[in-house]
């Protein structure tokens, strides 16, 4: 366990001895505190300091006559995320960036500055201030905004940009993973159900020449999709639909954090639904984590709590849990991949 450091400067007076206890104690108060450093994140996002810094290092006051901030809180800010590495403090009080600060970038190949501000909303951060509602059986979603997660998002006086623009830029760091560690047999059909702008199906067509890919999803979504990035349209086309109710024929299904938005009754109907349109020797591909045992950390754990926030019955699972559900979906698992990252890809057959 990572303990705080002591200030072991030649200037300090030397501490009293300490125990373990009250080292621990301290860690854990640490921990506590833990959320000023996702503020501090958001605040770096939303003033757009990594494309700034693009041009060379700069002070914090440098950098607050551009965003019109204040010098000083803004070095206090920008002094705590080079603590975790991101941004870098050097000589003459100057911060400049570095392989993390990079990704907040708008320009960047991989950028995940959307994805940060997505994450860091407060329509998701404020259901897990609450989380202890949803522990009581409760939606901690429901017990702030009066309805669940997605009937939010489906008002019409509610922004979905930020969501679905965050969740696509997330996604495009993610989908390098998962589009290269699963070998799509040629000439297949492959459906990316709920798939939003479309961007692992862009990455796996990409990848794989012979495919052809149908994006599935609500109409408002489809309508911002990226494939025509391909640059061969009759490689693709878009779907919509409810997955409740009727999803596409294909011979390779996608279900990237779809499972986890849902509890088990929700998830069986959608995957007994695909299983419904499956031609013979169709796979489905899971795209979650899995929830490791043991106490070491696994970002799906974090993630986890996350769901339960938000989603009313959303969870990750274990292997067995997944086994449970797709057996009760007449599936079975054929194999599980490893991709690399806190994803994995359950790969299921009918049975």
């Known amino acids: 366990m990572d303990m705080p450091k002591r200030n072991t400067s030649a200037t300090a007076s030397k501490p009293p001895s300490v125990s373990g206890s009250e080292e621990e104690a301290v860690?854990?108060?640490?921990?506590?505190?833990?959320?000023?450093?996702?503020?501090?994140?958001?605040?770096?996002?939303?003033l757009q300091v990594a494309d700034h810094l693009s041009q060379g290092p700069m002070t914090a006051e440098e950098l607050a006559k551009i965003t019109g901030t204040h010098g000083q809180r803004l070095h206090r800010v920008l002094r705590v995320l080079a603590t975790r590495g991101v941004f870098h403090e050097i000589e003459?009080?100057?911060?400049?960036?570095?392989?993390?600060?990079?990704?907040?970038?708008?320009?960047?190949?991989?950028?995940?500055?959307?994805?940060?501000?997505?994450?860091?909303?407060?329509?998701?951060?404020?259901?897990?201030?609450?989380?202890?509602?949803?522990?009581?059986?409760?939606?901690?979603?429901?017990?702030?905004?009066?309805?669940?997660?997605?009937?939010?998002?489906?008002?019409?006086?509610?922004?979905?940009?930020?969501?679905?623009?965050?969740?696509?830029?997330?996604?495009?760091?993610?989908?390098?993973?998962?589009?290269?560690?699963?070998?799509?047999?040629?000439?297949?059909?492959?459906?990316?159900?709920?798939?939003?702008?479309?961007?692992?199906?862009?990455?796996?067509?990409?990848?794989?020449?012979?495919?052809?890919?149908?994006?599935?999803?609500?109409?408002?979504?489809?309508?911002?999709?990226?494939?025509?990035?391909?640059?061969?349209?009759?490689?693709?086309k878009l779907a919509e639909g409810d997955f409740?109710?009727?999803?596409?024929?294909?011979?390779?299904?996608?279900?990237k954090y779809i499972m986890h938005d849902w509890p088990d009754e929700k998830s069986t109907q959608i995957l007994r639904c695909i299983r419904k349109a499956m031609p013979v020797g169709a796979r489905v591909l899971i795209m979650d984590p899995i929830i490791p045992k043991g106490n070491a950390h696994h970002t799906g754990k974090i993630m986890d709590l996350l769901c339960m926030g938000i989603y009313d019955g959303g969870r990750e699972r274990t292997e067995k849990e997944f086994r449970q559900l797709l057996a009760d979906s007449d599936l079975k698992i054929n194999r599980i991949i490893d991709n690399g990252f806190y994803i994995s890809t359950i790969e299921a057959v009918a049975v």
Request: hydrophobic share 45%.
């Open 27 to 46: 860690f854990l108060l640490d921990q506590a505190m833990g959320y000023a450093y996702q503020a501090a994140l958001r605040v770096a996002a939303l």
């Open 92 to 236: 003459g009080g100057r911060f400049e960036l570095n392989p993390l600060a990079e990704l907040l970038r708008t320009d960047a190949a991989l950028s995940l500055r959307s994805a940060v501000l997505m994450l860091t909303d407060e329509r998701l951060w404020r259901p897990v201030g609450k989380l202890v509602e949803s522990v009581r059986g409760n939606s901690a979603f429901k017990h702030i905004y009066g309805m669940s997660f997605w009937d939010y998002w489906a008002k019409d006086d509610v922004s979905t940009e930020d969501f679905h623009v965050g969740m696509s830029s997330m996604s495009d760091a993610e989908n390098l993973f998962l589009a290269r560690s699963y070998d799509f047999p040629e000439n297949a059909t492959v459906a990316d159900i709920a798939g939003g702008f479309g961007g692992l199906l862009l990455r796996v067509l990409q990848q794989n020449p012979t495919l052809k890919g149908i994006l599935f999803d609500r109409a408002n979504v489809l309508a911002r999709n990226r494939l025509g990035e391909l640059g061969d349209s009759r490689r693709w």
């Open 244 to 255: 409740f109710h009727t999803v596409p024929s294909a011979d390779i299904y996608l279900l």
